[in-house]
């Protein structure tokens, strides 16, 4: 068990019985809108954190190369099947508290519908600004908990927790909504300047879902997200953001070279062998097997 827990997807059909059944057109449309309009043109090195089965991970297309985090290995395999092992992309396990890259090489990353799992935001968003370098861009959806639906069911009695207070709200096991204000407050306090703020999924009600066509929907969505800018009411929001200060690496070829060991820091790992890495200061070995490199638990 890792400290805090962390949500696994392990052998989950998470893809096939949520997004690839039809009805979830519509949230994945408005996804598509939000992240053109917030992604930068270029980029060399991405890193996607709860990257699951990659359905996003075509959208980065600006970019020479993606890494792929989840804490869960079959949802990469999935990815894997999804994007091919061209080089492009990197599949790594790992537990978000404990992320195994070297400071400051990444000059973008995402983090989507992932942050409501994290039972804590603040140290999951600190390992990653610890990653980016100066100047990179950081995309962050977050689940709303002052939203519309949240709101009027709280006025009419259905629902017994206040979405106007600063707390994030577990509604199930490690599922979080989180107040605005409280995760622009976190942002703030790691060094990143918030840019942009994006409201989404503001038609997320089963009757426009079932009488209007999806894509329909998202481009209705769409004209609306930019209103984000002035107050949060959407079930979904959408931070662009630029880490301040923090290290700056040169992005090397080798993707081996992109690791630190997650037990005690040091890098580079030692690559003499083809299926781990070993970590030449705590004797640590991590594997790398099948396209996807593992730094969940060590090997020994
Ligand atoms: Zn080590």
Same mark, same amino acid.
């Given at each position: ?30 996804? +598509? ?90 140290? +999951? ?10 100047? +990179? ?105 630029? +880490? ?57």
């Amino acid at each position: 068990m890792t400290q805090p827990p962390v949500c696994d997807y392990e052998g989950s059909d998470y893809q096939s019985s949520f997004w690839d059944r039809g009805d979830r057109a519509y949230e994945d449309g408005v996804e +598509a809108v939000a992240l053109k309009r917030l992604l930068p043109k270029a980029g060399r090195l991405m890193l996607e954190l709860g990257a699951g089965t990659g359905r996003n991970t075509p959208r980065y297309v600006g970019f020479e190369r993606v890494v792929l985090v989840d804490y869960s290995r079959t949802q990469l395999q999935q990815a894997q099947a999804r994007l091919g092992n061209s080089g492009r992309y990197v599949f790594v396990a790992a537990d978000i508290y404990r992320l195994p890259f070297v400071d400051g090489v990444f000059d973008a990353a995402t983090m989507i519908r992932t942050l409501h799992h994290m039972a804590d935001a603040p140290k +999951a968003l600190s390992q990653i600004k610890q990653a980016l370098q100066p100047g +990179a861009t950081f995309i962050l959806e977050f689940a709303n908990k002052r939203n519309l639906k949240s709101i009027l069911r709280y006025w009419t009695g259905r629902q017994t927790w206040s979405p106007f207070t600063p707390e994030p709200v577990e509604f199930a096991a490690l599922n979080f909504d989180f107040h605005p204000q409280t995760v622009f407050g976190w942002l703030d306090e790691l060094g990143f300047k918030r840019e942009r703020i994006l409201t989404v999924s503001h038609f997320r009600m089963e009757f426009l879902k079932r009488t209007l066509p999806a894509s329909l929907l998202a481009r209705m969505d769409g004209f609306f997200q930019p209103t984000g800018a002035w107050f949060q009411l959407t079930p979904s929001v959408f931070v662009k953001a630029t +880490a301040v200060g923090g290290t700056k690496r040169e992005i090397p070829a080798d993707p081996r070279l992109f690791f630190k060991c997650p037990a005690c820091g040091y890098s580079p790992l030692d690559n003499t062998r083809d299926d781990q890495l070993t970590c030449p200061s705590c004797g640590k070995k991590w594997g790398f097997k099948d396209g996807i490199y593992d730094f969940r638990e060590a090997i020994e």
